[in-house]
């Protein structure tokens, strides 16, 4: 059903989703998202992930502050604060419906796949948005001084400041893909699988964790391809090279290729290490990959899906 | 712990308290809250005479709309709506602070009671607002051509048009009145209790429902005082005029203090209704009871209060 089907956590790897939609037939593309960034706060159930990429690829999504939707109100958190309630998770008051609503499905026995398909539908999102798992799945940041640390509390009430020294996906175990991530990877039309640029430890890893994930994207006949996060040394957002460090890499794309080894056939790094490109033991293809505006999404994507056409019936395809 | 008990539910009771808390010293003021409104929405506990009372009481409350905050946005309503969620129950952005956190206290386990006295501290709210049970009572308006309906269905979705036949209270006879409702009525201290102008039906009944409750205030050796909430034969607001005459009876202050006969020792009427006085066979007070602003409340309040002391020592001391 979807020619190419993508990897992506939140923010970074939806900017390169916005793209691959742009530029492909509408129909043509599914992302799974990331859901391991789960958490349920206030009794809501939050899926930052899949909101970011719902928002994004909706046109709704805050371009300034990165998260959340745009020509957003804060009355709510405002009013909680008053009443003595938790107020470290920033909720938008127009953000705050997807939550409600999404909680009150779900308790209602619905399926996070058929709630995020609804959504999506209703937002006139095309592209078909999938969660990697409809079971719960938690990533927990094990930290040096702190602790194992649920992942947002890590994120953002810590603000990635502890020293991590492992990260685990609690629940990964006895979880399964969901069904529509699961036929995504074995659709017959499949052409190719694009890991997004986004924090391959804490967004793509948990995707790889579910049993079975990992092997079956290994076993795919069409070229699997990553776009490294890192650009010089530095992530464009987020903890990735922090977290690199601390974990004992060097924050490069060759250590992004090391990391993904046995899963990609080719890497997509950033122009300003083109230098690195034959240390990195795959094929590599060198491309702007900072996203500041559409058009950077829409020429990275044409990037990445002509780099796959040239690795298409050599990699992987055994 | 308080000289001064009310009975009361949203709008019209809420305006009386706010008078009588202006009259009275600080602390002795308490008032039993209906809770037999409350309804779970978008998976959310709503608790609308007791926030009314909230609000009203520190100040939050809208002047104009009558229900809801102040200076309220809509913005979580609007997303809802774009997402495909309910939209038939409005719940303003700040509004829906002290819905989220209610749920996810009583989820954790917490009363209603202990939910709402800490709230009213957060606030600033002198008044020990009591809500008149922790356990689930909801009102069900059962009517002529729709059958049975949950009481904010009547009363928001179907705007009060349906023709009624009877009122139940769900749970009412398993219900046991709040701790801190069963102290205010036992209290040594206590020297009157008011009826506030509610809808009698609505929610003066529920609170009566509550297996002993009728019996205590009943038995209580102080006056018992309502205000009548019909003036001429009319309601100030909502449906008592129209739910009387579908009941069978003329909407007349003769007729609520036939209701309340053998609760109340007193009863104030408006001053457009002087004429009937006689006719009542209790005694009556005349007073304005339409409350336009803040001083037409604390008119109404001491008028309550000094009629209250009339009767002190004679009516129901037995």
């Known amino acids: 059903m979807s020619a190419v089907l993508a990897l992506s956590g939140g923010v970074g790897g939806a900017k390169l989703v916005l793209g691959l939609s742009a530029v492909l037939d509408q129909g043509d593309l599914a992302v799974a998202v990331n859901t391991a960034d789960d958490f349920e706060h206030l009794g809501l159930h939050v899926s930052p992930d899949l909101d970011t990429m719902l928002y994004t690829l909706a046109g709704l999504s805050d371009p300034v502050r990165g998260w959340g939707r745009a020509d957003e109100s804060w009355n709510f958190m405002s009013a909680l604060g008053t009443l003595g309630g938790e107020t470290w998770f920033a909720l938008g008051d127009r953000d705050l419906a997807i939550h409600v609503e999404r909680t009150r499905r779900l308790r209602a026995g619905e399926s996070l796949t058929s709630i995020v398909a609804h959504m999506a539908a209703r937002l006139d999102v095309a592209v078909r948005i999938v969660p990697i798992t409809d079971s719960p799945v938690r990533t927990v940041v094990h930290t040096r001084d702190d602790g194992p640390l649920p992942f947002q509390d890590y ?164």
């Open 155 to 318: 994120f953002v009430r810590h603000r990635c400041a502890p020293v991590v020294t492992a990260i685990s996906f609690a629940g990964a175990a006895e979880a399964r893909p969901s069904p529509a991530f699961a036929a995504a990877i074995g659709d017959p039309e499949l052409r190719v699988v694009v890991v997004a640029p986004s924090n391959p430890w804490l967004s793509i890893d948990p995707i790889l964790a579910i049993p079975g994930v990992r092997r079956a994207l290994e076993g795919v006949r069409v070229p699997v391809v990553a776009v490294s996060p890192i650009i010089h040394g530095l992530a464009v957002k987020g903890p990735t090279a922090k977290i690199m460090r601390e974990l004992g890499m060097e924050p490069t794309s060759s250590a992004i290729a090391r990391h993904y080894n046995g899963l990609i056939d080719g890497l997509v790094i950033d122009e300003s290490d083109a230098a690195d490109a034959d240390r990195i033991g795959i094929p590599v293809k060198v491309a702007r990959t900072l996203m500041n505006d559409l058009d950077d999404r829409r020429h990275l994507a044409r990037a990445v899906l002509a780099f796959a056409e040239t690795l298409a019936g050599t990699a992987n395809s055994a």
